[in-house]
């Protein structure tokens, strides 16, 4: 069992740009099985400097298909670990990722970085006995120096 926390990182919105910014980001289109993503040119090397204090977790709907594409497209070690999310009406949450990033990370302190917290996200990370740290970006901007700098600072302050 790793002794580093947990990094649960969405992509829509974290690593592939969309919507309206004053200055698109550097980055590049890739088809990913028929759809165009915007890749955040930076997003790679971040992650990157990222994985020496943490244990990434792709926390997407993009599930394992992130690892056939993520790793190369963003030159990182691969395949990384990734959650898979239950479709059904009968979650027992309102937010689509919490049951399965509560069930993997157990009492693991985790950092999670996403475009799309909802207030239970922050209710449940508030109640989590572990350390839980959520980082929100916008999801034209995507992961910055900034959220790294916020990342890096959490784990050396649990000891990482």
């Known amino acids: 069992m790793h002794d580093s926390p947990l990094l649960f990182v969405d992509i829509d919105g974290v690593i592939s740009l969309f919507g309206e910014s004053h200055t698109r980001p550097a980055g590049r289109w890739v088809n990913v099985d028929g759809m165009l993503h915007f890749l955040s040119a930076t997003a790679g090397g971040h992650l990157l400097r990222l994985a020496e204090g943490f244990e990434l977790v792709w926390c997407s709907g993009w599930e394992d298909r992130a ?75 995507g992961l910055t120096e900034k959220h790294v700098a916020q990342l890096e600072g959490w784990a050396t302050r649990l000891g990482h």
């Open 67 to 141: 690892n056939d594409h993520l790793p190369h497209e963003l030159a990182l070690p691969g395949p990384l670990p990734f959650l898979t999310f239950e479709r059904s009406r009968r979650r027992r949450r309102a937010h689509w990722k919490l049951d399965a990033v509560d069930a993997y990370a157990r009492e693991r302190p985790l950092a999670w970085i996403d475009d799309a917290f909802d207030e239970e996200c922050h209710w449940w990370a508030g109640e989590r006995p572990a350390p839980t740290l959520l980082v929100a970006t916008e999801p034209a901007v």
